[in-house]
Nanobody, 125 residues
Framework: QVQLVESGGGLVQPGGSLRLSCEVSGFTLNYYVIGWFRQAPGKKREGISCISTSDGVIYTADSVKGRFTVSRDNAKDTVYLQMNSLKSEDTGVYYC??????????????????WGQGTQVTVSS
């Protein structure tokens, strides 16, 4: 059974930092992509960044470029999202998801098969 478990969310002041973790278990293939998404209240889910097991980072949204960095520790089957210079508009529930394959330059939301439960990030003073 494939499981993705996010952790690291919380309340942070504007300009602060958080690091989210996504631990993957139960997936037996060597190649996969982990994507990070977020959803703010009343807004559509937004893809933030994704990283593959072999190619590194393959997508980063313009809205977070220069502030957010995705990385992975293959030995721990864990992917991280380092978020710096946080803004109030970064508030939302953050999800990680796993895709085995994709057609374009990076997986679309529909191509992710497995999703974590989400972790809340609140940026507020």
């Amino acid at each position: 059974q494939v499981q993705l478990v996010e952790s690291g969310g919380g309340l942070v002041q504007p300009g602060g930092s958080l690091r989210l973790s996504c631990e993957v278990s139960g997936f037996t293939l060597n190649y996969y992509v982990i994507g990070w998404f977020r959803q703010a209240p009343g807004k559509k889910r937004e893809g933030i960044s994704c990283i593959s097991t072999s190619d590194g980072v393959i997508y980063t949204a313009d809205s977070v470029k220069g502030r957010f960095t995705v990385s992975r520790d293959n030995a721990k089957d864990t992917v991280y999202l380092q978020m710096n210079s946080l803004k109030s508009e970064d508030t939302g529930v953050y999800y990680c998801a796993l895709a085995e394959w994709y057609i374009g330059s990076h997986p679309t939301s529909d191509e992710y098969e497995y999703w974590g439960q989400g972790t809340q990030v609140t940026v507020s003073s």
